[in-house]
């Protein structure tokens, strides 16, 4: 991983609830080859728009109390807070253009 980073239950609220830029949260597991294919879209995204938005990715195996308190019921999920709020919720493996269209208000 490079433009994108880690989060866990511990750093969640400092990094992406006090943030003063957007972030995308991008909720995945191991086992979710649609979370795999879309990895790397997400990396391109944070190096291309790293200035104006943040991409993280928060493992739900191992961080289950995010995931609960956000219901995520499914992944690959990527919720895009700001100002400590949910304020677009994207649910799939979406291609970079895709990606790039739900996220054009942010970046």
Not at 49 to 64: A, C, E, Q, S, Y
């Amino acid at each position: 991983m490079g433009a994108t980073k880690v989060v866990t239950d511990e750093t969640f609220d400092t990094e992406v609830l006090k943030s003063s830029k957007p972030v995308v949260v991008d909720y995945w597991a191991e086992w979710c080859g649609p979370c795999k294919m879309v990895s790397p879209v997400l990396e391109e995204i944070a190096s291309e728009h790293g200035d104006k938005i943040d991409v993280v990715k928060l493992n739900i195996d191992d961080n289950p109390t995010i995931a609960q308190r956000y219901q995520i019921m499914a992944i690959p999920t990527m919720s895009v807070f700001r100002d400590g709020e949910i304020v677009k919720q994207i649910v799939g493996a979406k291609p970079k253009s895709a990606l790039l269209k739900e996220l054009a208000e942010f970046i």
